[in-house]
């Protein structure tokens, strides 16, 4: 495909939308250049259907100009670029038939410009006969352009303001929100990390006692094991045996010793058997030669 080809089609192509466009609008006069500027300063002289017979011919020529030159056209027919967006923006807005009793309302052009400021919703709501931040058709007809605008710009800060003041408040729960749930969280993480640190005490703490036990147990099997020898050796006379039954009695402490000391854990056995705060006289004292006589 060629250039002159590519181009044909591009042209068909947006006349195809112009054509759309002007459909939308309601508009059927001629869309060259020359005719819409025409039409244009016919409408300038006249009031709200002037209003938006103006705002469709500008946003058609807007369309059919090559870019950059519509602010040029709109101003040689004079009509500045901020007046030229309010007139293109009320022909979008107000072109559709159902809004005829809001622009019957409004009366003349300025006071249809004023009425941009309403949104579509807002502008459906008065064509049923309702009324948008207390303002009614009859209030709309009634009023000076100069009241409508303060009345529309008040309602508008006001409800301005209230959004703000509800958002505000919005932030303000969320940000209480996270808090509280960052909070909840940790304090969540908290007592779980007690609960497993609680329990792993508890079962460590178990298990000591349980060693602890057997090895009381032990001794005290122990302790009867040797008085049951003791006994046999002054039964039997075999006194033969009590210096050896001694040196397996201190070799067993003397192993209790180094274990103690692998542990890492000192013992005074001495202070064991006669600790600081028991008096002198109570203090039970026991000689190596009568350990083995108990």
């Known amino acids: 495909m060629d250039l002159e080809q590519t181009t044909e089609i591009a042209i068909s192509e947006h006349a195809q939308k112009l054509g ?51 602010k040029q056209r709109t101003e040689m027919l004079n009509i500045n670029e901020r007046a030229a967006r309010r007139f293109m923006s009320a022909a979008l807005k107000f072109s559709k038939t159902d809004n005829l009793s809001v622009l019957k309302a409004a009366g ?112 005290v099997r122990f302790t009867n094991e040797i008085n049951s020898f003791i006994d046999a050796i002054d039964e039997h006379s075999l006194f033969d045996l009590q210096d050896q039954l001694e040196a397996s009695v201190v070799a067993t402490f003397q192993q209790i010793a180094q274990t103690s000391l692998a542990l890492g854990i000192q013992i005074d056995f001495e202070a064991m058997v006669k600790p600081e705060w028991m008096p002198a006289d109570q203090m039970i004292t026991v000689e190596p030669e009568t350990v083995l006589e108990q």
């Open 20 to 70: 759309q466009l002007a459909v939308s609008l309601g508009y059927e006069g001629s869309l060259t250049v020359g005719a819409l500027e025409d039409e244009i300063r016919f409408y300038q002289r006249r009031t709200v259907e002037a209003c938006l017979e103006l705002g469709k011919r500008l946003v058609l020529l807007k369309e059919v100009t090559p870019h950059g030159e519509f």
């Open 108 to 219: 003349n052009q300025s006071k249809l410009l004023e009425l941009l400021v309403l949104d579509d919703d807002e502008i459906a709501e008065l064509s049923a006969g309702g009324s948008v931040h207390d303002i009614t058709l009859d209030d709309i007809d009634r009023m000076t352009t100069s009241e409508l605008r303060k009345n529309l710009r008040d309602a508008k800060s006001e409800s301005a303001a209230k959004d703000q003041l509800i958002q505000a408040k919005d932030q303000k729960i969320n940000k209480l929100d996270t808090e509280l749930s960052k909070t909840s969280s940790q304090a969540t993480i908290l007592k779980r990390q007690q609960t497993e640190q609680q329990q792993l005490q508890s079962k460590v703490l178990e298990e000591l006692n349980s060693a602890c036990l057997t090895m009381h147990n032990n001794t």
